[in-house]
């Protein structure tokens, strides 16, 4: 069912929300939503495909609740949401939450210069709806323009937004030659880079899928790579999860077939190596996915390093703006001199007093259970054990 709802703001009335939420019509906001991608400025977790893809390999259990923004008949603002039950046993609550996945930022879509506007159509819109009682927008750059708008008119609605910081994403801002990139790399780490990706390349090939084929096999070795990179730590891969894999053979399938994929494998003679995928959109690269063999005597040697310092010297080469690194954590992407950029978890709590009652029960709940465990499991009563 679609429900249009005019969001009266005085500055630009005309603008109406309606919400999608069956599979059929998700696919027909295919081709506006990649207008207003490119119009928007939007990242690659912000296309269709990817919010597509995050539905069918992990909707289950969830139901769309897809907002899309008109103005004059034209799409300006997409709020890509899906709707399940939270809370516990005995008290259950009504959770929204960004349709996303394996993403570094999530945001709502919108038109520049209409992030006022659309915020506050969307939000008199889930207001007048009530059928939520808590809305989840996690991973949120600290660019957003859209995101700011949204949480003032929740905010301005009666509504409680909170917030905390999020994970920190790591992005590489790219100059206009290797040279001057080179200039802001530590020395010594410099000279590492360019020594190895010398040795390894005299003897080795870059081998990238070719736009047009059949993108499956490079696939499958990037994920047999994966899996032998991470069983060196002693850690299964996450890509091993069968939903997950699902999620990036579909996700990668897709993109790959409107140009947007690099997926390079680094060959000694025939035998693979080492994988790194990769997004190319609009201006910015997002290195994303790697693996590489530990046991090949070439692993010494850095070959997904070298991978990635072909990808950036690619990436400089063609105009590219930024690399987006991925969460921090791994020292190897330390060396690449990138730059910090935080995200942000924002919650909103529903206004009205049925959601408060409800939270109220559900506090109550959780306290009576880590009283009950407190007491059965012959621990010791803290405030905290009623509280938490």
Not at 83 to 95: E, H, P
Not at 336 to 354: E, K, M
Request: some cysteine.
């Amino acid at each position: 069912m679609t429900v249009t709802v005019p969001a009266s703001i005085g500055i630009i009335p005309e603008i109406v929300v309606e919400e999608t939420d069956n599979p059929s019509g998700f696919e027909q906001l295919r081709e506006p939503w990649d207008r207003l991608v490119e119009e928007a400025g939007g990242s690659i977790f912000q296309t269709w495909e990817w919010a597509f893809a995050a539905w069918k390999h992990f909707g289950r259990g969830s139901r769309l609740q897809i907002l899309s923004a008109y103005r004059d008949g034209k799409l300006v603002g997409i709020a890509p949401l899906a709707a399940q039950a939270a809370g516990g046993r005995f008290v259950k609550l009504a959770s929204l939450r960004f349709l996303s996945v394996a993403s570094d930022t999530v945001d709502f879509l919108v038109a520049r210069d209409l992030d006022a506007a659309v915020g506050e159509a969307f939000t008199r819109h889930l207001s007048r709806s009530k059928d939520w009682d808590v809305l989840h927008l996690d991973l949120v750059p600290t660019d957003s323009r859209a995101t700011p708008a949204f949480l003032e008119a929740a905010a301005r609605l009666g509504h409680k937004p909170f917030a905390r910081q999020g994970p920190i994403n790591l992005v590489i801002v790219l100059p206009g030659s290797l040279d001057e990139y080179f200039a802001g790399v530590g020395k010594k780490t410099r000279q590492e880079m360019r020594r190895e990706h010398r040795r390894i390349m005299e003897v080795g090939t870059v081998d990238v899928c070719p736009p047009g084929d059949e993108v499956g096999g490079y696939l499958d070795i990037l994920l047999h790579l994966h899996a032998l990179r991470f069983a060196r730590k002693g850690t299964p891969s996450l890509l091993a999860d069968p939903s997950l894999s699902a999620f990036y053979r579909d996700v990668v399938r897709m993109l790959h077939s409107r140009g947007w994929v690099r997926l390079a494998l680094l060959r000694i003679g025939e035998e693979p190596i080492a994988a790194h995928l990769s997004f190319w959109h609009r201006d910015r690269v997002y290195w994303h996915q790697c693996g590489f063999d530990p046991s090949s005597p070439w692993a010494r040697h850095s070959p997904v390093r070298a991978l990635l310092l072909d990808s950036l010297t690619r990436a400089i080469r063609a105009g590219m703006k930024e690399i987006a690194f991925g969460r921090e954590g791994e020292a190897y992407k330390l060396d690449f001199a990138p730059q910090r950029r935080v995200t942000y978890h924002h919650l909103v709590v529903a206004g009205w007093p049925s959601t408060r009652l409800r939270l109220v029960l559900h506090a109550t709940t959780q306290r009576v259970g880590r009283f009950v465990r407190a007491i059965l499991g012959g621990g010791k009563l803290t405030p905290f054990a009623l509280w938490g």
